[in-house]
């Protein structure tokens, strides 16, 4: 197990430097000039050569990307008119429009992220694995062709009209909750959630049908083999059976797929966090490119991909952990 562990992270780690060098190759060495986009439109060839010698955009390419990666690693120094300003690690650059630190930035804005993922991954794991679960008990009857039709109705709405169906009847014709409006949890943790419902029951059931389709399958590929058999033959009872042992097989693929999920939700909730005004980190992206603040942009995809490359490590020793029929290599 150790073995297959350091095997992960040596993997990962490699990964993280591809997307490092890809992402700032992508957004660097584009073609335009980020000293003017630093600078602003108003700024005459002197200003825009001063900013340029600030941010050491006057050395090669190779030299660029070493300071990058040395501020992500160990911090950096930028030259400001009136002294030395310090970057503290993991450094990702000044942005252009605020002279804020992408690190402090990205900080600010992770928990609002992160409160709506782990909260939209309760409800499409509650959701999913039960309609699917349920689905498999009932096959062949009117339930589960009635889950079915649900769950292919959530596959097929784009969230932000399943979002916008549930704002038009929830606060607009229901009157049940006033429309969101984002407080911080530590402001208030009642209005927090109750804010964040919205939010959380759109993406979770958003989410939650490909988890009823899983569980579903899973359930019923368990429920065939052979020792489920030979428990019914000897007399185990039906709810044993499918607590004790159905649900194990279920289980390691639901959870994998979770952590996978959970990652991917730091860079695929934008669409969700535009439509409820969550200040999180797909919003920030998106005001980045309007605005073209690279260092932003940069900072936030690289956290984005950087979570999806963790999750994948993290599913991967998941699912070991929940079915030790794996082999690890």
């Not at 991917?264 to 409820?276: D, H, I």
Request: overall charge neutral.
């Amino acid at each position: 197990m150790t073995r297959y562990v350091l095997r992960r992270l040596a993997g990962a780690a490699l990964v993280l430097l591809a997307l490092s060098v890809l992402v700032y190759a992508l957004f660097y060495v584009a073609p335009g000039d980020p000293a003017r986009l630093a600078c602003g439109e108003r700024c005459n060839p002197q200003q825009i050569a001063q900013v340029r010698e600030q941010l050491g955009l006057n050395e090669s390419v190779f030299a660029q990307y070493l300071h990058f990666a040395q501020g992500v690693v160990a911090g950096r120094d930028y030259s400001g008119g009136t002294g030395v300003l310090n970057c503290d690690a993991p450094c990702l650059g000044l942005s252009y429009q605020t002279d804020q630190q992408v690190t402090d930035l990205i900080l600010e804005r992770l928990p609002a992220t992160a409160s709506l993922a782990l909260g939209a991954m309760v409800i499409w794991l509650v959701i999913g694995v039960g309609t699917g679960l349920l689905s498999a008990l009932r096959r062949g009857g009117l339930t589960e062709r009635a889950l079915t039709v649900l769950t292919l109705a959530g596959t097929g709405t784009p969230v932000f009209i399943l979002g916008l169906l549930l704002l038009m009847a929830v606060c607009a014709y229901l009157r049940w909750l006033p429309f969101p409006t984002y407080v911080p949890l530590g402001e208030d943790p009642e209005q927090w959630a109750w804010n964040m419902l919205l939010p959380w029951l759109t993406l979770g059931f958003f989410e939650s049908a490909k988890y009823a389709r899983l569980t579903r399958s899973s359930t019923l590929e368990t429920l065939a083999e052979d020792h489920i058999r030979t428990f019914r033959a000897y007399g185990v009872g039906e709810r044993a059976v499918v607590t004790r042992h159905a649900l194990r097989g279920a289980v390691p693929p639901v959870v994998a797929l979770s952590a996978l999920d959970l990652g991917s939700m730091f860079g695929g909730a934008v669409l969700t966090e535009s439509l409820f005004g969550i200040p999180g980190l797909g919003k920030t992206l998106i005001d980045g490119v309007r605005q073209i603040d690279l260092p932003v942009v940069v900072g936030v995809v690289l956290l984005m991909g950087a979570a999806v490359v963790v999750a994948n490590v993290v599913a991967d020793l998941l699912y070991a952990v929940a079915d030790r029929r794996v082999v690890l290599t």
